[in-house]
């Protein structure tokens, strides 16, 4: 059947049906797409994390591609070994991708992704960011963005400390290619993974992920809030080369009101206004600051 | 699995390892709720008197399937060409689309299909298929757009048809009254040609009434579809209507279009706000008069177009409004001048006030009075009485177009000839299914819920004004409320429990209900609700 | 065979080499630092040809080994003390994955305080990973055990850690003969050229499973691992047929009727041996070299002789409240012997010298030792 300009997509999947992510997962369909990108000539190291999970309970698998777990904090060594083991075995054309969420890739990971970065290992390392620890039940990690609450910051408590920002960590190593991305915008997130595919060296993805039961959303309000994210300037799309050279992918033409985003969620229920133009005058400024960034080459 | 080190005999050797696909696992069981497709009319269609089913055809263009589009088009209107020149585009002024840019070009595009068809049609061979039924033989009276959709039906379906025209050429008001540069007249001379290639046969010069009776009709065929026009010119009603010098816009209009002689003038008044006193006001003044328009009421209680009363003015014609002739004086035998006078604001259906003492005279030459037009079912002799639906009192006998409704547009009166075949052709019993399928459209129903802009999601298609290209406008129809494969279902579904066939299917055994389908769909199709199944209630 | 004067470090190295690993993960750590430093060097002059990644830590230096072990390469790192405990959840992770790794260890003490004296407690507190483990006693074996190690663990594909004294053996230069490559790869056949996954069969590898599953997954490990026994007299015996020397599992030096045993592992041993080959000495040594899976059956064999009267465990490690490690492995594998020997303990925990002066205290006092008094702290003796 036809299919219009926006959905391009290739038709070829790599995951399968019956798998046990929550209704509405983003971490799921960000795999899906960059599986898609990527092809068959991938083999994924998956650290602790909900695609733990979702990768499917032996003598099941979600994924129609090799696939090894690996402990907590390790991921990043784990791959890069996997892609030495593979040199060493005549092998250079398989992609070693790793996919961590955000707790094995700003807290207990952060130490191998950085060294990995730092030795130009070559792997892809995506972090697919749901923004806390929620295989282990919505527990907050340092990308819980100010004011969430979660299970070990739970109301009327809320994060008082601003989400780490991890492409700054990223760019002071000056890797070849880094990218954000999300769900909303699929095709944007298959081009940066086709692109990732054809660069030798280290290659790092966030991407934003809403989570339902975490972010406390209804199910069908993934794409949307991913969207949002997008569109109020919470989470820019852009390309990083060489730790300098920024590329924007998406420029609104006026970035929404950041309440837009942050209204559907109930992990935000206790913001008070104070908080609300905290947040927005962040935002904005960070949005300004990448702006003054982008182009540059 | 091949051990990737040396074997060694005998030592035991196990990991976890996943070799079954998890399909293995039916996640549908998690769901309470279950999408469903229930396709709602697009406002075009709604919009549209003909309801043509716009959608679908502009789909068929996205793809770059002309053939597709005019098979569709079709169904609903066999004129595409000739509407997409004449029509009002009512289409368009509800087009979703105007809430993100501008609308899509729905009247460019149909008469583009047109232009289409006959650079594939050859006349006099025939190409157009005919279903093998016995010819039943059907009679229509009047060859003006409502006749000839009928003809075009029951031609179709195998029948001969014959269209009795009182006037020497074919084609009604669009032959008689609008003018060359709305309609230019090879595209009418396409359309007849392409009926004459279905084999329908035109009697030109033929009146009923006057040359046969209704009743030879009747007994000669086994159907007759009366679409005879609504040909009563109304009167002024005013001193001095029979002066030379005067004459009825629509008289007028078919004398210029018939090549007859017509009046010279230099000054021209057109009294009327219909559509015939802006095509005879445009045709005067396009033959050099000066030209008033003369209308009782305001411009916006007109009944013409506003695209053509706005052509009108850009032509040259000077607009008169809450003015209306008291009375016409001759000079010489013939019509010198009017004397107008000036009215209250009223609404059309209520009468006009004339204000007193507010009288003033204007030169004319020519005075054209476009006061309306009415059916007159004389002809049909005295015993015919029209009822709903196209139906009449008398049995075999069909009527459709300005013959019921009084004046009306080209659109309706396509519709009208169409409904029409099909009462003719389930009165007589005929198979509806042609060589490409069903020869009419599915019946519209007026109930039917019509999408709004609030169900779409038009996130996906971003500002985008008009395109040149037809593939590249018809891709910015947002398809509301019909399900045009974009397959953004099948994109955004975590769970992969969207088929990427053809039909888009829903796998139930996986789908978890997340809903994310029915929030991103573009056109609003699909909706989530408790279906009646024994899982979903395990939930509650 | 080159006959080299080197150090405990610098033979691992040099095993390592002639063992064709493909992937060497290095981070440093006392007393262990000259076996990544020699093999850089190696790496730098061509002579080792693989892969050498200097890493950020040692939890990622045994990740490292685990990925390239996950693509089919033979791996190899080197650790001790800290290092080896920063590691310890990867190295449960490598022995259940059924990964052939060989990790070299240089036994020190772990903090707190900061101690970088010999002690065994690093390996021995990593006793329950699953790995086996070898404590060797001189340079020359410390180089033949690590090619023996690559071996057996694709042999039964389980991990394998090579031990040796900190500084004791890591750092003192012993005449050592270098094999030639040839008769290294008679033994130890170079590694396959290829991926250790199908592209076109894909497997989910380590996922979640249930406790039923991971109890069978544990049977049948635990099977594996006392097959690692079980096959070291048979490799062991190739290993001779290749290099001309051979190491026992438990191996027995001194008389044969010796009533008094000492027991020990690593550079103790050698110490032991020197003492015994005094003239007029009537003792003899029981030295454990494969700690993983313990000899239970050869130590219970040699210490149900009648003729045992006691044995002295030189333990150079403590477990709090419970007392030597090695003596404890010893005690369990007595259990139910009519009449077992005494089991005295000789603490020399904290890196303590054993010196011949020592072992003739301890046997001066061993006797008088009353059967519930169990340890005899070498620091008391000092």
Same mark, same amino acid.
């Given at each position: ?14 995951? %399968? ?33 909900? %695609? ?246 | $699995? ?94 979703? !689309? ?95 040609? $392409? ?14 009434? !006057? ?98 009363? !706005? ?27 009017? !004397? $107008? ?88 019993? $005929? ?110 | ?78 650790? &001790? ?13 490598? &022995? ?26 690093? &390996? ?259």
């Amino acid at each position: 059947m036809k299919l219009q300009v926006f959905n391009d997509l290739p038709r070829e999947e790599y995951l %399968f049906c019956g798998h046990t992510a929550c209704p509405g997962c983003a971490a799921t369909l960000s795999v899906r797409y960059l599986t898609k990108a990527l092809g068959k000539k991938t083999v994924f190291v998956i650290t602790a994390s909900c %695609f733990s999970i979702i990768a499917g309970q032996p003598p099941l698998r979600t994924l129609d591609l090799n696939v090894y777990h690996c402990p907590f904090p390790s991921s990043a060594a784990v791959g890069s070994g996997l892609k030495r083991g593979l040199t060493a075995a005549g092998d250079d054309q398989t992609q070693v991708l790793v996919l961590a969420g955000d707790g094995g890739t700003f807290d207990i990971g952060l130490q191998g992704l950085s060294a990995a970065a730092e030795r130009n290992e070559d792997i892809i390392f995506v972090c697919y960011d749901n923004e806390a620890y929620m295989n282990t039940g919505m527990q907050r990690s340092s990308a819980s963005p100010y004011g969430s609450q979660s299970n070990t910051t739970p109301a009327p408590l809320a994060k008082p400390t601003p989400k780490k920002d991890i492409m700054s960590i990223i760019a002071a190593h000056a890797i070849p290619y880094a990218a954000t991305a999300t769900v909303a915008y699929p095709r944007d997130l298959l081009a940066k993974f086709s692109k990732a595919g054809t660069i030798k060296g280290f290659r790092f993805f966030h991407l934003l992920s809403p989570c339902p039961p975490g972010w406390g959303i209804e199910s069908d309000e993934t794409i949307e809030l991913s969207r949002l994210a997008v569109e109020t300037g919470v989470f820019p799309l852009y390309e990083l080369e060489d730790g300098e050279f920024v590329t924007l992918s998406h420029k609104p033409e006026k970035l929404l009101p950041v309440a837009d985003y942050l209204r559907p969620q109930r992990r935000f229920s206790t913001l008070t206004a104070a908080d609300h133009e905290k947040i927005q005058n962040s935002v904005e400024h960070g949005w300004k600051k990448l702006l003054a960034r982008a182009g540059n080459r | $699995m091949p051990l990737p080190y040396r074997e060694s005999s005998g030592v035991p050797y196990k990991i976890s390892v996943g070799t079954l696909p998890v399909q293995l696992n039916k996640t549908g069981d998690w769901r309470f709720l279950t999408p469903v497709r229930r396709e709602k009319v697009s406002p075009c269609t709604a919009q549209c008197p003909l309801h043509n089913g716009i959608a679908e055809w502009v789909e068929k263009l996205t793809d770059g399937d002309w053939a597709g589009a005019w098979q569709v088009v079709s169904r609903y209107n066999p004129f595409p060409h000739l509407t997409g020149h004449v029509c009002y585009r009512f289409c368009q002024e509800k087009c979703n !689309r105007l809430h993100l840019d501008e609308a899509v070009a729905i009247g460019d595009l149909e008469k583009q299909i047109g232009a289409w068809r006959y650079n594939q049609f050859t006349p006099g061979k025939g190409s157009i298929k005919k279903i093998g039924s016995p010819p039943l033989k059907v009679a229509i009276v009047g060859s003006g757009p409502a006749g000839l959709a009928c003809a075009y039906y029951l031609s179709l379906l195998g029948s001969e048809v014959v269209i009795l025209e009182r006037e020497p050429v074919a084609g009604g008001m669009l032959a008689l009254c609008i003018p060359e540069y709305r309609l230019p007249r090879l595209v009418l001379e396409q359309e007849l040609a $392409m009926l004459r290639a279905m084999g329908v046969v035109f009697r030109c010069g033929v009146e009923v009434g !006057r040359d046969i009776s209704l009743e030879a009709l009747q007994s000669e065929y086994q159907a007759v579809f009366l679409a005879a026009g609504a040909t009563r010119l109304k009167q002024l009603g005013i001193d001095g209507e029979e002066l030379p010098g005067i004459m009825n816009a629509v008289d007028y209009l078919a004398a210029v279009h018939l090549g007859r002689s017509v009046p010279a003038a230099g000054s021209v008044i057109v009294v009327g706000g219909g559509n015939a006193a802006i095509d005879a006001a445009c045709v005067a003044r396009l033959r050099g008069a000066r030209v008033v328009l003369a209308y009782r009421r305001t411009r916006e209680a007109m009944p013409a177009h506003e695209d053509e009363i !706005r052509a009108a003015e850009a032509a040259g014609v000077q607009f008169l409004f809450q003015v209306q002739p008291d009375a016409l004086l001759g000079s010489g035998g013939r019509l010198g001048k009017v !004397r $107008m006078v000036r009215t209250e604001v009223s609404k059309r259906g209520e009468g006009v006030t004339v204000i007193p003492g507010s009288s003033f005279t204007l030169e004319c030459e020519l005075l054209l009075a476009a006061a309306g037009q009415e059916p007159d079912l004389g002809f049909a002799g005295s015993n015919l009485k029209i009822l709903d639906g196209c139906m009449t009192n008398l049995p075999g006998v069909f009527a459709g177009g300005d013959l019921c409704t009084g004046p009306g547009n080209v659109a309706e009166a396509i519709s009208a000839g169409r409904e029409g075949a099909r009462a003719i052709a389930a009165y007589l019993e $005929m198979e509806t299914a042609g060589v490409d399928g069903q020869v009419f459209p599915p019946v519209y129903k007026e109930e039917a819920q019509v999408i709004s802009y609030q169900h779409l999601n038009p996130f996906l298609f971003g500002r985008q004004g008009r395109s040149e290209r037809p593939e590249q406008e018809a891709g910015r129809c947002l398809s509301c409320g019909r399900c045009n494969g974009c397959a953004v279902c099948w994109m955004f579904c975590p769970d992969l429990a969207v088929d990427s066939g053809a039909d888009l299917d829903f796998l139930l055994d996986y789908c978890k209900g997340c809903g994310i389908c029915a929030k991103e769909c573009p056109s609003g199709v699909l909706e989530m609700e408790v279906a009646d199944s024994g899982t979903e209630n395990n939930h509650r | 065979m080159a006959q080299k004067i080197i150090t405990g470090n610098q033979a691992v190295a040099y095993a390592v080499k002639l063992a064709r690993t493909q992937v060497i993960s290095a981070f440093p750590i006392t007393p262990q630092t000259t076996v990544v430093e020699t093999l850089a060097e190696m790496w730098a002059q061509g002579e080792y040809t693989g892969e050498f990644v200097s890493v950020e830590s040692e939890n990622s230096a045994l990740a490292y080994c685990i990925g390239a072990a996950y693509a089919g390469a033979r791996a190899f790192t080197a650790t &001790s003390s800290h290092g080896l405990a920063y590691m310890h959840e990867l190295l449960h992770w490598a &022995s259940g994955a059924r990964l052939p790794l060989v990790m070299a260890n240089a036994n020190r003490a772990l903090g707190a305080p900061w101690c970088i004296e010999s002690d065994q407690i690093d &390996s021995l507190a990593q006793r329950d990973t699953g790995w086996i483990q070898f404590y060797c006693s001189s340079v020359q074996e410390i180089l033949d055990t690590v090619i023996f190690a690559f071996r057996l663990a694709e042999e039964v594909r389980l991990p394998v850690m090579v031990c040796y004294d900190g500084f004791y053996l890591s750092h003192t230069y012993e005449a050592a003969a270098i094999p030639e490559q040839p008769q290294v790869d008679s033994f130890l056949p170079a590694p396959a050229r290829k991926p250790a996954f199908d592209i076109d069969n894909p497997e989910n590898r380590h996922g979640l499973v249930s406790a039923e599953a991971m109890a069978r997954l544990l049977n049948v490990r635990y099977r594996a691992t006392e097959m690692a026994g079980e096959k070291y007299e048979l490799l062991d015996q190739e290993f001779y047929r290749a290099f001309g020397r051979s190491y026992e599992a438990v191996e027995y030096f001194g008389p044969k009727q010796a009533g008094t045993l000492f027991l020990t592992a690593g550079g103790m041993a050698q110490t032991i041996k020197s003492f015994l080959t005094v003239p007029g000495r009537e003792e003899a040594l029981l030295r454990v070299k494969q700690f993983r899976p313990f000899p239970s059956a050869g130590v219970r064999d040699i210490l149900s002789c009648s003729h045992v009267e006691r044995v002295i465990v030189a333990d150079r490690n403590v477990c709090m409240g419970v007392g030597g490690i090695f003596a404890q492995e010893v005690r369990a594998a007595l259990y139910g012997l009519p009449h077992p020997p005494q089991v005295i303990e000789l603490n020399l925990a904290g890196g303590v010298d054993l010196t011949p002066e020592m072992l003739e205290k301890a046997l001066a006092a061993a006797p008088g030792y009353a059967a519930d008094e169990k340890i005899m702290w070498a620091v008391e003796l000092l």
